[in-house]
């Protein structure tokens, strides 16, 4: 039974891990929200983890997985094009290029990721109660 309890922490704390990620991720994109550059090709373009499923090495009776970040990916978008022939960092021909990054899909990013992280925090809470609670019962 300590076993399968402990299973259990070490998911929660992968799952923890992963949402922090996310916000870990959404947070520099929104930082990076307005970056200039010279060129398309140095532009900012937003990251996303890519998550793939680990499966518990003592698998006992049942097989518990939970989320590992496997990469970091670049999202397919091309850079605002902008005329700005008076900044420093126009190119020849006047234009800046802008982070294509989208504020409002960056907010509900972080909301969801915190949501989950928070549920993930409340689940560990709960079953470190119910445990505390069973050992006192043992009293």
Do not use: C, W
Request: hydrophobic fraction near 40%; charged fraction near 25%; charge should be negative.
């Amino acid at each position: 039974m300590a076993n399968e309890i402990r299973n259990v922490f070490d998911v929660g704390a992968r799952a923890l891990t992963a949402q922090m990620q996310r916000l870990n991720t959404t947070a520099s994109n929104i930082a990076n929200a307005g970056a200039v550059s010279s060129s398309a090709e140095e532009a900012f373009r937003p990251l996303r983890p890519v998550f793939d499923t680990a499966f518990s090495a003592a698998m006992g009776d049942g097989v518990l997985a939970a989320p590992e970040v496997e990469q970091i990916v670049q999202l397919d978008r091309e850079p605002i094009r902008e005329r700005r022939p008076d900044s420093p960092k126009a190119d020849k021909d006047g234009f800046v290029y802008i982070a294509p990054i989208n504020s409002d899909e960056e907010m509900v990013e972080m909301v969801e990721a915190s949501r989950q992280y928070q549920d993930v925090l409340e689940t560990l809470s709960t079953l470190r109660g119910l445990m505390a609670r069973t050992l006192k019962m043992g009293q």
